[in-house]
């Protein structure tokens, strides 16, 4: 079984201070890991995805399969970075997609 | 292009009433998801459709849940007869037809379900 573990409910840091939301998971095969966002009174929408590589709005996200891991960072710290985070994971050629209990982020100005 | 939509945003219901939620996705995508967040969880799989066709409905909790994709367009979820236990918030989800690799989920924005 698959399996997503977000350990923070609540990360609170301060504006310019580096951030890292923690993902762990667990899954037999080769996963495929996401991160998505929900900001206040939106829907929740992709943010950035392994397979990419790439950095979104200041974000990198590395999977570490060793680890297990695909930890969200990001340097700096913005007070519009304030959101909802959920790890995600993929898996079958149906993509039938696993989240974690999601980490509140709280940027304070 | 318009996104993934769902009526109502809100339901409040009696225990033992019967509510149907509806999910209209993207245009084009073969894929329709549903997904339940309750409180203070994490946002649980329910089913998914491929066009009509359900592929994976093992997360439905049991058999009070009845989803259906008529025409592989827009889909219901029912709750009949509604227990306490089913308030949350239920997400629909589409995504383009699988290739390679998972295409990203475009999510509505959701239905609070209150059932008292």
């Known amino acids: 079984a698959q399996r997503v573990t977000q350990p923070e409910k609540l990360l609170s840091v301060f504006k310019g201070a580096p951030v890292e939301l923690k993902c762990n998971y667990s899954y037999s095969g080769s996963p495929e890991l996401f991160w998505y966002v929900q900001y206040s009174r939106q829907r929740l929408q992709l943010l950035l995805r392994h397979i990419s590589r790439e950095s979104i709005k200041g974000f990198t996200a590395d999977l570490n399969k060793g680890e297990t891991s695909f930890h969200l960072k990001k340097p700096f710290a913005q007070e519009e970075d304030s959101a909802m985070y959920y790890c995600?994971?993929?898996?079958?050629?149906?993509?039938?997609?696993?989240f974690g209990t999601g980490t509140k982020l709280q940027v304070i100005p | 292009e318009a996104g993934v939509t769902q009526f109502p945003s809100h339901s409040v219901i009696e225990k033992g009433q019967t509510v149907t939620l509806r999910c209209d996705p993207i245009s084009g995508h073969d894929n329709l998801y549903w997904y339940r967040r309750v409180m203070g969880k994490e946002i649980k799989f329910l089913l998914h459709?491929?066009?009509?066709?359900?592929?994976?409905e093992s997360g439905m909790p049991n058999n009070r849940f009845l989803a259906e994709r008529t025409g592989g367009t827009y889909s219901t979820l029912k709750v009949q007869p509604a227990e306490l236990e089913d308030s949350g918030v239920y997400f629909c989800?589409?995504?383009?037809?699988?290739?390679?690799?998972?295409?990203?989920?475009?999510f509505g924005n959701g239905t609070r379900l209150t059932v008292t």
């Open positions: 989800a589409s995504s383009h037809k699988t290739g390679v690799h998972n295409s990203p989920l475009h």
């Open positions: 459709f491929v066009k009509e066709s359900k592929q994976d």
């Open positions: 995600a994971l993929a898996s079958g050629g149906y993509q039938k997609v696993t």
